[in-house]
């Protein structure tokens, strides 16, 4: 079987990695992989890591959603490499995808990773054009958590809607040399109490509100360090709002990061301060390596902490996230309970097989055609 996705571009997110996921699990287990990215190639790990585990990568040049030249491209693409499904993520991705499925034949199933759009561009047209395409183009569609399929239960047909969790492989723990160098490089010395938060630097991940918690907390708790890993228009902002709280020597701006595995592994918490979110993968991968989590309960976020599994606070409640914050921060013994329960459940209900083999199932019940 020959699976294409396509993707509207291979900058830094996690429906991008969800393709290294898929390419790293498929290849061996026999299924050709094409990755389709509409706009043009950049410097990011991606393409380097699709390759690697065995894909290939094709890189269009749109620019913008009515750019018309992609629909020939996409059906020459898909009639010259002998597609027989497509796979789309992203809104861009989902309404080409759609339609060029319908002309070519070729069945598109469709990943909804997000409730809405970070966005607000193309106001209501995209939204509205994406919908139609994913109601009456696409064959079938996948939600990334319960949250999300929620989100698009009232709009879409509950048969033609699945969750297929995402997977994530178990962290490995870093070496207690490697734990230290990574924190001192971090800090600036490995006996700091490290805090990390990942994300894009976009209004939907509420940043700026975070810092604005931290700097009650450095109140109480000057040993600690900030770290924010990722990148985005408001970085400029957001450094500027850590000056004007006075907290240059304690937040640290790690920019886009390949290492995030091993952050994690060298944090003490990890916090999530979104306004909306769809699901986490971030969150996910800090559960994997033991992290205790501090979260607004946006998103699948309210499901993945549910039963101790880590701190719920609600979205916009920055009294109570700086609250909350300080008290793990002054009970280690309730970071490691929370952190041994958030691996734990990764372990059992996030396995890349178990994610690998439903997707497998929906190609085939589409394709008629087993890997």
């Given at each position: 079987m020959k699976v294409a996705h396509l993707i509207d571009t291979l900058a830094w997110g996690g429906a991008q990695i969800v393709l290294v996921d898929f390419a790293n699990a498929a290849v061996p287990r026999g299924l050709e992989v094409l990755v389709i990215v509409l706009r043009k190639k950049m410097e990011t790990p991606y393409s380097l890591a699709l390759e690697k585990a065995g894909a290939r990568v094709r890189f269009l040049s749109i620019t913008t959603l009515y750019d018309l030249s992609a629909l020939p491209q996409l059906l020459a693409i898909l009639q010259e490499e002998k597609v027989d499904i497509l796979h789309t993520h992203l809104s861009h991705s989902n309404?080409?995808?759609?339609?060029v499925g319908r002309l070519s034949g070729i069945p598109v199933?469709?990943?909804?990773?997000?409730?809405?759009?970070?966005?607000k561009r193309n106001f209501w047209v995209r939204p509205v054009i994406e919908r139609i395409v994913l109601r009456f183009?696409?064959?079938?569609?996948?939600?990334?958590?319960?949250?999300?399929?929620?989100?698009?239960?009232a709009v879409f047909p509950r048969d033609k809607l699945h969750i297929i969790p995402p997977p994530v492989s178990r962290s490995t723990r870093l070496s207690e040399t490697e734990r230290n160098k990574l924190r001192k490089e971090i800090a600036g010395d490995s006996c700091e109490t490290i805090v990390l938060a990942i994300g894009r630097f976009v209004m939907q991940k509420g940043f700026a509100e975070l810092l604005s918690a931290f700097a009650k907390v450095r109140h109480r708790h000057p040993e600690v360090v900030l770290a924010l890993a990722g990148s985005g228009k408001l970085r400029a902002e957001l450094e500027a709002q850590a000056g004007s709280l006075s907290l240059n020597g304690s937040v640290r701006f790690l920019g886009f990061r390949e290492d995030i595995s091993k952050l994690l592994g060298a944090c003490d918490l990890y916090v999530s301060s979104s306004h909306w979110e769809g699901f986490s993968r971030a969150m996910l991968e800090?559960?994997?390596?033991?992290v205790p989590i501090l979260a607004t309960g946006v998103g699948d976020a309210r499901y993945l902490l549910a039963e101790g599994?880590?701190?719920l606070v609600p979205p916009g409640d920055m009294e109570t996230f700086a609250r909350e914050f300080s008290n793990l921060l002054e009970d280690p013994e309730a970071r490691r309970i929370l952190g041994e329960k958030g691996r734990a459940y990764v372990d059992k209900y996030h396995s890349v097989d178990a994610w690998l083999d439903a997707l497998l199932e929906i190609y085939t019940s589409l394709t008629g055609k087993s890997a």
């Open positions: 309404i080409l995808g759609g339609i199933v469709t990943t909804l990773h997000n409730v809405r759009s970070a966005t183009l696409t064959r079938k569609l996948t939600a990334v958590g319960n949250n999300v399929a929620d989100a698009h239960q800090a559960m994997s390596a033991g599994r880590g701190v």
